[in-house]
């Protein structure tokens, strides 16, 4: 996979982690009615020498309470075949940090990281044309 947010630069290059995503569509008032799909929260870990975009975005976001549309992140986690080409791509709108939380590091990972918790207020899907053939390819 590849996740990108803008203005985080690098901070995204080296994710780790990323826990599963849902979109939860609530039922209508009708057949006619389309309710607004609902994602889950994004919830990603990076090693935290990666993680200073981050903890700085968390800090002006929910500390100093910079928190409106404005602030709010856009981007993109594409899920790449073997030859890191996308097979599909979820854009993501109103991106907010709500969470921060550096993990030590233990016997089994020496790495420290930074685990960092999202909403997404909408997504898009897209799946490019040659997605077929991809998945054909040996």
């Known amino acids: 996979f590849r996740l990108t947010l803008d203005g985080l630069g690098a901070a995204t290059h080296r994710v780790s982690r990323i826990g599963g995503i849902t979109?939860?569509?609530?039922?209508?008032?009708?057949?006619?009615?389309?309710?607004?799909?609902e994602p889950s929260n994004l919830v990603l870990t990076v090693p935290e020498s990666d993680g200073v975009v981050l903890w700085q975005w968390h800090q002006d976001f929910v500390v100093d309470g910079k928190n409106d549309p404005a602030h709010e992140k856009t981007g993109k986690l594409e899920?790449?075949?073997?030859?890191?080409?996308?097979?599909?791509?979820?854009?993501?709108?109103?991106?907010?940090?709500?969470?921060?939380?550096?993990?030590?590091?233990?016997?089994?990972?020496?790495?420290?990281?930074?685990?960092?918790?999202?909403?997404?207020?909408?997504?898009?899907?897209?799946?490019?044309?040659?997605?077929?053939?991809?998945l054909q390819e040996k």
Do not use: N, W
Request: proline share 13%.
């Open 79 to 134: 899920y790449l075949d073997r030859k890191s080409r996308p097979l599909l791509t979820l854009t993501l709108h109103g991106v907010g940090i709500f969470g921060a939380t550096s993990e030590k590091p233990s016997a089994l990972d020496p790495v420290a990281r930074l685990s960092t918790s999202m909403y997404v207020q909408a997504l898009g899907l897209t799946i490019p044309p040659s997605v077929p053939e991809t």
């Open 23 to 37: 979109i939860r569509i609530p039922p209508g008032k009708d057949a006619t009615d389309l309710a607004r799909p």
